[in-house]
């Protein structure tokens, strides 16, 4: 008797258990808004996607100090997320310029010359872009090497 006792004892505190941890709140799913632009940085309005079978290419860039990324623009849409370090970025026709810190995102320019500059710290980007295949995801200006 006193083994039944036992175990319909430990039946009721495995129960109690149980219930408790199914009515015990979930932590919620949080989600922060990085970017969401019809715009890149600067003000210039985004046209159209590009015609086509869509392919998306995340990537990551490590950026090292004191670097000058070459004159280049996108043929598509496509948004940078700077995980650590900052950059600066410059827009070619009109010079305009501005500092991305870590933990921002950044609509970025289609069609339009642009390039970064990092200063005393290298800088990790992740930046995904909304093409199609075999669209390249950057084009160097006329005389600029091709980075990534």
Known sequence: ???HHLATAALILAAISIAASAEAPQPAVKADMLVKSSEAWNGRPYG???EGQAELTVLHLTIPAHTTLPWHKHPMPNAAYILSGHLTVEDRA?????VVEA?????EQVGTEHRGVTDDEPCSVIVTYAGTPGLPTSIS????KQEY
């Open 94 to 98: 009109t010079g305009e310029k501005r």
């Open 48 to 50: 159209r996607y590009p």
């Open 103 to 107: 933990g921002e995102a950044l609509a």
């Open 141 to 144: 200006a006329p005389g600029e």
């Open 1 to 3: 008797m006193k083994t």
